[in-house]
């Protein structure tokens, strides 16, 4: 459970680096060769639609979180 914007804007940098994280490996397999051609195209492809724009839109979404005391 996250208390305050400072803890939540964390989380969301979390999120955000793993994503960098993932994106790094997949193109070094990518540059190293390891697929080629059509395969890797989808896969990127895929990649990017079903990891990473979900990745980075929670980040952004967690960052728009407005934390307010109870009551005001």
């Known amino acids: 459970m996250y208390r305050n914007e400072y803890q939540m804007s964390i989380a969301a940098q979390q999120i955000r680096t793993a994503a960098a994280t993932m994106n790094r490996i997949v193109a070094d397999l990518q540059s190293a060769n390891t697929w080629t051609g059509a395969d890797i195209d989808r896969f990127v492809q895929a990649w990017d639609s079903q990891v990473t724009t979900p990745l980075y839109r929670a980040a952004n979404r967690m960052d728009?979180?407005?934390?307010?005391e109870a009551g005001k």
């Open 64 to 68: 728009i979180i407005d934390f307010t």
